[in-house]
């Protein structure tokens, strides 16, 4: 660290001298002294040479005055209880009445020393040597003979004919007084050294961005065409999340036909507060069909939501977990449906090195051709960056042509080495899988893989399982239900749980909003599970949908029911798979 240039201005020639002496033991101190109180203080400090110090030591009142002639920091080298102890130890045998007198730095550590030891001493507060001039005359009026205070209270205290003891600054309140300059000296060369870097990053970064300081007000930016639309959401990011650390997150508007991801920064400084600042990069939406990002914000909510840890906890899978973090090779999750693939994408995402950027979807059922042209051939495809975790979900969906595209890109371009690339494969009941990708990263590349676990493989967890589900769920749903009936528990363990962890889930919610007592009763359980099985059975290919005789009427309504059971319920997400409106899904369940 270069060496503080301190200037300290003493109320008097004895304090003068012990900073000199203090500061000799402190080769990183350059000090100039000067002595002068209050007013006299002030004026040294207005005409000293612009640059020529770092900060302003002095004491009292004459500190107080000198903030304001002076932009410099300025640290007060403040009375401590010793030193007042030491004036009152001093002035104990004195047979007359006695005071202190002083300025808020020194009655308000006098007051705290009078309550511990018990002392009866008048103490009392001045703002301005005018009042400490009135102060000392009613004292006088009222036969005090002695005050305790600082220079000018001494001094004063001595022209109406009374006697005085100084309160002088000891050694420790010295040095404490250099410590804190020499802070103060520290967070502002900090300070000068992140505004060059900042400089340095505008200057040179090919992406948008835009600076706030700790009062939401806006520094600088590049944001050009977009501003318009991209600093009134910075600005409601700030005001809703002040006080979030680093965080990424994803806004679209079709309107410009762009996404933005949108990295936040964030720098505290003791002296000036919180710098937010916001790196935004943009592309096309029509590059990003059935491609989505996952913020570490989003994920970490995900991951908190989420209770599929119980059927993570073999010793193998563990393993697996870590051979992952260690190793530049793709993982290759199977498992049944709701077996908590995408939960399991999540923790590995949070767990790994790439959180400082979005976790990038792909969902190969529903990417389009400008997804995968943009994921394979776009040079700002995560593919074609380092660091950042790229998760391709239903990979059984994809054809054989594109199943063989994929994989060879991902071998040419060594993706797997430069970033975290994980494979979900949605298992059959069977445990069957025909899936060219599938089998070229078995046989053909080195790959991990992790099988989830189905839920019937895990009936052994099922009181901890319902437990999590419920404290999760009385976040989500503001209950406080505290368990399950253990005849409820024995109808979960019976139950045929063909779509696994997300089935459990969405029943035990649905038990939830039901219940209305802390505790989960087994009718209201066997109600819910009833329905659940209806739902389960049509959310297969029904057994009339190709039977003999069935019109066209009876084969639509029961594709449209298994689509809508699918999508658990969610009308917009069925219309939207089957491309029609939610209204004409609606007529045609009628």
């Known amino acids: 660290m270069n060496r503080i240039s301190m200037l300290a201005i003493a109320p008097y020639e004895g304090m003068r001298l012990a900073l000199m002496d203090a500061a000799q033991k402190r080769p990183e101190i350059a000090l100039t002294v000067y002595v002068g109180d209050l007013e006299e203080g002030a004026y040294i400090a207005r005409t000293i040479e612009p640059g020529k110090y770092d900060v302003i030591l002095s004491r009292g009142g004459t500190a107080e005055m000198i903030r304001d002639a002076t932009h410099l920091p300025v640290v007060e080298i403040a009375l401590s209880v010793y030193d007042i102890l030491r004036a009152i130890r001093l002035v104990q045998n004195f047979t007359e009445r006695h005071a202190i007198v002083g300025f808020p730095s020194i009655t308000t550590v006098a007051r705290l020393l009078q309550d511990l030891i018990k002392s009866d001493i008048e103490i009392v507060t001045i703002h301005s040597p005018e009042q400490a001039a009135s102060v000392l005359h009613e004292l006088k009026e009222k036969s005090y003979r002695m005050v305790i205070g600082d220079m000018v209270t001494s001094r004063l205290a001595k022209e109406a004919g009374m006697n005085s003891v100084l309160l002088t600054s000891g050694t420790e309140s010295i040095d404490n007084a250099f410590d804190q300059a020499m802070e103060q000296f520290r967070l502002a060369a900090e300070l000068k050294q992140h505004n060059e ?27 050009k065409g977009a501003r318009e639309y991209l600093l009134p959401i910075l600005k409601r990011e700030l005001a809703t999340r002040p006080d979030m650390a680093d965080y990424s997150f994803i806004k679209k508007n079709k309107d410009m036909g762009q996404q933005f991801i949108i990295e936040t920064k964030r720098t505290a400084y003791e002296s000036t507060g919180l710098c937010t600042t916001f790196f935004i990069s943009s592309q096309g939406l029509d590059e990003q069909s059935g491609i989505d990002y996952l913020s570490k914000t989003d994920a970490q909510d995900e991951h908190l939501k989420s209770f599929y840890t119980i059927g993570l906890k073999s010793d193998l899978i563990h393993k697996q977990v870590e051979r992952y973090h260690c190793v530049d090779l793709p993982l290759v999750v199977t498992g049944e449906r709701g077996t908590g693939r995408d939960s399991l994408a999540v923790m590995l995402y949070l767990q790994s090195d790439c959180v400082n950027h979005p976790m990038m979807i792909v969902d190969c059922e529903t990417a389009k051709e400008k997804g995968w042209r ?30 063989q595209q994929l994989f060879d890109f991902v071998e040419e371009t060594n993706a797997a080495r430069r970033n975290k690339l994980l494979f979900a494969f949605t298992l059959s009941p069977e445990g069957e899988m025909d899936n060219r990708l599938y089998h070229c990263l078995m046989e053909h590349a080195t790959s991990l893989k992790i099988m989830l676990p189905p839920l019937r493989d895990s009936m052994s967890e099922v009181h901890n399982l319902i437990s999590l589900c419920i404290s999760s769920l009385n976040v989500t749903l503001g209950k406080q239900i505290i368990g399950m009936e253990e005849s409820a528990v024995k ?12 089935q459990l889930k969405r029943v035990i919610m649905q038990v939830m909003l039901l219940c209305n007592k802390n505790i989960i009763d087994e009718q209201e359980l066997r109600s819910v599970l009833a329905q659940e099985a209806l739902l389960t059975e049509e959310a297969h290919v029904p057994s009339t949908l190709l039977a003999p005789g069935a019109t066209l009427d009876t084969i639509t309504k029961s594709i449209v029911k298994l689509i809508l059971a699918q999508e658990e319920g969610n009308q917009t997400k069925a219309a939207q798979r089957l491309g029609i409106s939610r209204s004409t899904l609606w007529r045609m369940l009628k």
């Open 197 to 223: 870097q900042l400089k340095q990053v505008i200057a040179n970064t090919p992406i948008l961005m835009a600076a706030f300081d700790s009062q939401n007000t806006l520094l600088i930016d590049n944001l």
């Open 374 to 403: 943009y994921l394979l051939e776009n040079h700002q495809s995560p593919l074609s960056s380092t660091g950042h975790m790229v998760v391709f979900k239903n990979c059984q969906c994809l054809s054989a042509v594109l199943s």
């Open 491 to 502: 109808l979960i363990q019976a139950f045929s749980w063909t779509e696994n962890y997300a």
